[in-house]
C-alpha cells in the first residue's frame, strides 16, 4: 500500500523513530530492570499510524517492514489500544471500534523504538478520535505499563530521561541532519541488557555546547553498544561504514543494531545515504533530520 492511501483515515498520527543519542546505564532496579541516563531525540522519518471511526474493530498493516510484524502476532498498537479503552472505560468515557492502520517504515527490533513509537502514536491519534485524554500522570502510567520507552515517545520532543526511560525532562535540541542505517539483523533488548559488562556506569555529562550541539553529543556514549556488538558484530561494520563518512558523529541508538551518523549539513547526510545504500542494498538506509526543539511540542 502506498503512503498515500492513509489520506482516508479520519486522523493520522505520525510515529517518528526515537533515537538516543546517548545512553549510559547508571544503575539497576531489584525487579532488573536498569536505570539510565539518556539524550533522546526524535527522527523526521517513522512509522505512521491511520485511524477511523468503524463498525467493529479492525487492524490493518502496510509499509516495507509490514511483514515482519504481523508474523510476529501479538503487537504494542493492540495493546494500547485495548488499554485505552479500558482506562476509559473506568472513567466512563466512550470507546467505540476503531479501524487502525500501521504503516510499517521501521525495521522491527531495531533500537529505535519503532513498537514504543506505534504504540504512543496509536494512543495520541486515539485521543484526538475519541476527542478526551485520560488525567495526567495515569496517561503516562499507562504508556509505561506498555514499555519502558512509551512514555518518551508519547513526548515526542527531544528531553533527557532518567529512571528506566519514565522522568523526562525536556530539552532545547536544533535539527540536525542524519543518516539512520540498520544492517537488517534484529538483536534482543533484554540479551544486550544482559550482557552489560558494568550496570553501573557515570551519568552523561554534557558540556554547554561551547563549540556547537555536534561536538557536545560527540562526547558522549551509548554503554549499550559494546556488548550489542559482541552480540551482532555487524553493528561494527555499519559503525565503521558510518564512520568512513563526513559524519561528525557516529553511534548505535537503544539496544541496537541501529547506528545514526550527524552531519553539518543534509546534503551530506543524503550523499552518505547514497554511498550506503548502493553499497549495501540489503541494508535499510535512510537520510532524515532529527526534530527541532519545538517541532515536537504536543
Ligand atoms: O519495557 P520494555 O518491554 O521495552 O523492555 C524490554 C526489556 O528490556 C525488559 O524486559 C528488560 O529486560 C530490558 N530493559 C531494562 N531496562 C530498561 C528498559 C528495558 O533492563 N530501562
Redesign the pocket.
Known amino acids: 500500500m502506498l503512503a498515500e492511501s492513509l489520506s482516508g483515515f479520519a486522523v493520522v498520527e505520525p510515529a517518528p523513530a526515537k533515537i538516543n543519542l546517548a545512553l549510559a546505564v547508571v544503575g539497576r532496579r531489584e525487579d532488573?530492570?536498569?536505570l539510565?541516563d539518556s539524550l533522546v531525540t526524535f527522527a523526521a522519518f517513522g512509522d505512521r499510524i491511520g485511524l477511523s471511526p468503524a463498525a467493529e474493530d479492525r487492524f490493518t498493516l502496510s509499509g516495507r517492514f509490514s511483514e515482519t510484524l504481523a508474523a510476529e502476532g501479538d503487537n504494542l498498537v493492540i495493546r494500547a489500544r485495548d488499554r485505552l479503552r479500558a482506562a476509559f472505560a473506568r472513567h466512563g468515557k466512550a470507546a467505540p471500534p476503531v479501524h487502525i492502520h500501521l504503516e510499517k517504515n521501521l525495521p522491527i527490533a531495531s533500537g529505535i523504538g519503532g513498537g514504543?513509537a506505534d504504540a504512543a502514536a496509536t494512543l495520541r491519534a486515539l485521543e484526538a478520535l475519541w476527542q478526551t485524554r485520560l488525567p495526567h500522570g495515569e496517561r503516562e502510567a499507562l504508556a509505561l505499563g506498555l514499555?519502558?520507552?512509551v512514555p518518551m515517545c508519547l513526548a515526542g520532543r527531544p528531553l533527557i530521561a532518567r529512571g528506566?526511560?519514565e522522568d523526562i525532562t525536556p530539552l532545547a535540541l536544533p535539527a540536525l541532519a542524519m543518516v539512520l542505517v540498520n544492517p537488517l539483523v534484529g538483536v534482543s533488548?533484554?540479551a544486550v541488557?544482559k550482557a552489560l559488562a558494568s550496570r553501573h556506569n557515570p551519568p552523561l555529562v554534557m558540556n554547554d555546547a561551547p563549540a556547537g550541539w555536534l561536538d557536545a553529543i560527540g562526547g558522549l556514549r551509548n554503554d549499550l553498544e559494546p556488548p550489542a556488538r559482541d552480540l551482532c558484530p555487524e553493528i561494527s561494520l555499519v559503525a565503521e561504514s558510518l564512520a568512513a563518512t563526513d559524519a561528525r558523529v557516529v553511534r548505535m541508538s537503544g539496544s541496537g543494531a541501529t547506528c545514526f551518523a550527524l552531519y553539518t549539513s543534509e546534503a551530506a547526510a543524503e550523499a552518505a545515504a547514497a554511498m550506503l545504500a548502493q553499497r549495501h542494498p540489503r541494508w535499510f538506509v535512510t537520510a532524515t533530520r532529527t526534530i527541532g526543539g519545538s517541532d515536537g511540542e504536543a
Open positions: 532488573g530492570y536498569h539510565l514504543s514499555g519502558a520507552d528506566i526511560g533488548t533484554p541488557f
